[in-house]
């Protein structure tokens, strides 16, 4: 992958500058290659990632807890399809209602329809993973995927109904999505992610590995700490309480780092 860094809001008072990292593949490397590296896609065609603390289950290893299998028990009467995404009926009915449920849960004007239009029309979802109920036929919920078999699944936008009778619907379907894709031997279900204690639900599996910025961690306290305690003017790898979490200091985290600037002949200065 080639990296950009954009710049973010400084703080000048504690001497941090940070840059947000953007990923771009290279030739021979796909999305796969960039979300095992910590990166998840900033665009609807695929074309840059940004490096972030996110989620995925090694499906592997996964064995579903005695909550796994309750919520399982009450997803178990909702008929579930996986369906790629040509052939799937992306009616302006499913678009309203998905729409409804993103100002509901998301917030007024978060996922506005033309956003929603662009997700749709663009290669980051590849698939859809549609729940109904038998009974009537009704759309329960469906969740925007991106597949690449046999390495990921990617959870990205859920959209369910709120129906109170219905309450656990969306964890059915993150539970369900799971044993589906673990039956498919995909290797890694990727679940969004993580920076606020509503998003602790989806750590609901075991094992769970979150990306701490320079590896894949499944110490739960430590994603804890980093949703709870927040750096105020520090760089975590500067805060004694973040690195005790770690194996070794800095110096000797970045000797096991997978990443390596490879310092190019500078180019020359774009015109004024």
Not at 30 to 48: C, E, I, M, Y
Not at 63 to 71: C, F
Not at 87 to 115: C, H, K, N, T
Request: with cysteine; proline share 9%.
């Amino acid at each position: 992958m080639k990296l950009l860094f954009s710049e973010a809001e400084p703080d000048h008072a504690h001497y941090v500058y940070p840059y947000v990292v953007w990923g771009f593949l290279e030739a021979g490397e796909t999305p796969a290659d960039a979300f095992s590296s910590g990166f998840l896609p900033s665009s609807p065609h695929l074309d840059r990632f940004y490096l972030a603390r996110h989620l995925r289950l090694p499906l592997g290893e996964w064995k579903a807890s005695s909550e796994n299998r309750r919520v399982l028990r009450k997803a178990a009467r909702l008929k579930m399809d996986l369906v790629p995404k040509p052939e799937f009926d992306y009616s302006p009915m499913r678009r309203a209602s998905w729409l409804r449920f993103a100002d509901a849960r998301f917030g007024a004007g978060v996922m506005s329809g033309e956003r929603l239009d662009r997700l749709m029309a663009g290669r980051v979802i590849t698939h859809l993973l549609h729940f109904s109920d038998p009974a009537n036929g009704e759309d329960v919920g469906t969740v925007l995927m991106y597949v690449e078999a046999p390495r990921l699944a990617y959870y990205y936008y859920a959209f369910y109904t709120l129906d109170p009778d219905l309450k656990s619907a969306g964890l059915g379907m993150m539970v369900s999505a799971a044993e589906h894709f673990l039956g498919s031997g995909c290797l890694h279900l990727y679940l969004g992610t993580c920076y606020a204690e509503k998003a602790l639900y989806k750590t609901q599996f075991e094992p769970l590995e979150f990306f701490n910025g320079f590896r894949w961690s499944r110490n739960m306290a430590e994603l804890k700490h980093l949703i709870r305690v927040p750096p105020a003017g520090h760089h975590r790898l500067e805060i004694p309480e973040f690195l005790a979490f770690q194996s070794a200091p800095p110096f000797q985290l970045a000797q096991s780092s997978n990443y390596r600037a490879v310092i190019s002949p500078p180019l020359p200065p774009l015109p004024p």
